[in-house]
């Protein structure tokens, strides 16, 4: 027997009543008649491992596998899985992470062998339906890694319908600053038919085209949708908006939808070249934040903007003072946990030559207008970058990510993450570089 059957609970009442959206979606699938039973297994793989299954049952001829993402399971997850079972089509919603004692942090997916999830395609296979991986943000890797090791021994199956990849992060790490980032081996080696549900407020976002065309090179069909006015995540975020909240009761008609775009593409034969070993290293940049000499080409990109009032800034104009470009979003917590310091540091180096850019990443203007208004007071000029363009010149990868130029026009300094920018390191630093 491939499961052993640990419990089976009747239809579940979970305590959704604590928030609003857990009542209303709770309200719905009642109203619906669609409160399901869900089945909790164990599924043994040959090493002895016992991977915990919660199976939401469904009659249709889909099966969808969720994976893990490295921030554990939540119950917004559970009630998107009811959804989605309401809808026909069933899911198994695999712990690999509890599977192999793991806690809930991103690193852990990378200690997640291929073969787990090999043995559980084999597992959702044999129930006769057509098999989809569903994964968010670095679990992609998981489950394009899982998948790979799958085809390599089905090369002609079609069992393997495809992947749901909810914001997708497919990359090794974050790159130096100024040097492109590097995508996973096994992005461009899968040769799977793919859906992207990419959130609009997301610094993937600007990746998505990026994402898609490696994810092609070597034959995948991949879809891509841009859900709007929502932020990574935006299916069990404590502080879901609105907006957010309503995309998430739609999400598994979404990926119903998906799914059915999917079944319409012919599968490609595998082949035969073998997925790089490359490991998923932390990077220098990831492992501590400072400010650190900027290694790309020093000259930096053009950077001509208008800000809230309407006056435009051209960084050329800026020569003979050091700059600190910053590149930020209004629903980027560490953007908005740095910018106070930002403030203080524009203060402390009243007189100076200094100058602070903070150039918005593409948000509506009275969103970024109310933020100002409401949340966080700042008076150094906020440009407005529109249509993302100098975000892909200036290769920002995550939000915040920051420039030091110096007095001569070029990029001194860079950096990936938030910063304390009134200390008295961070002061030195750029006091070092202004005019004596």
Known sequence: MPFSVVSRRMPVYRPWFASVPGFVAFVLLVV????????????????????????????????????????????????????????????????????????????????IPDGDVAELIDAAAKTGKRVYLLTTARGGIVGLRGARAWQKRNPKSNVLGGALLLHPNLFLGPPEPGKEAEYHPVAAQTRLPVYILQPEQSPWRWRLEATQAELEKDGSKVFTRVLTDVRDRFYFRPDATEVEMDVAQRLAQMLRDSIR???????????????????????????????????????????KLTDLDGK?????????????????????????????????????????????????????????????????????????????????????????????????????????????????????????????
């Not at 089945?39 to 009659?59: C, F, M, N, W, Y």
């Not at 073998?274 to 400010?291: C, D, F, G, M, N």
């Not at 007071?377 to 290769?395: E, H, N, S």
Request: net charge neutral.
């Open 32 to 111: 619906a008649g669609a409160v399901h039973a869900i089945e909790s297994r164990e599924q043994k793989l040959k090493d002895g491992t016992q991977i915990p299954i919660e199976v939401h049952a469904a009659k249709g001829k889909d099966l969808v596998l969720w994976l893990p993402s490295g921030f554990g399971k939540f119950a917004g997850e559970t009630q998107v899985a009811e959804r989605l079972a309401a809808l026909g089509v069933e899911v198994w919603q695999a712990d690999l992470l509890e599977a192999r004692f793991l806690p809930p942090v991103e690193s852990s997916l990378e200690k």
């Open 312 to 436: 435009v800034h051209d960084l050329a104009d800026y020569k003979g003072k050091v700059v600190l470009v910053n590149f930020w979003a209004s629903w980027c917590p560490p953007c908005v946990k740095e910018m106070p310091s930002m403030q203080r540091l524009k203060e402390k180096m009243a007189g100076k030559p200094f100058v602070i850019l903070a150039v918005n990443m593409a948000e509506p203007e009275q969103e970024v207008r109310d933020f100002l208004a409401t949340k966080v007071k700042v008076d150094f000029p906020i440009l407005m970058d529109r249509d993302g363009a100098a975000l892909k010149a200036w290769k920002v990868f995550v939000f915040p990510t920051s420039f030091v130029v110096g007095p001569d026009g070029m990029i001194r300094y860079g950096l990936y993450g938030e910063l304390e920018w009134d200390t008295e390191e961070a002061i030195r630093i750029l006091e070092a570089m202004m005019p004596r």
């Open 261 to 303: 775009a999917l079944n319409d593409v012919k599968l490609a034969e595998t082949p035969a070249a073998r997925v790089s070993k490359t490991p998923i290293a932390k990077t220098a940049a990831q492992a501590e934040r400072k400010l650190r000499p900027y290694k790309g080409n020093p000259v930096p990109p053009p950077l």
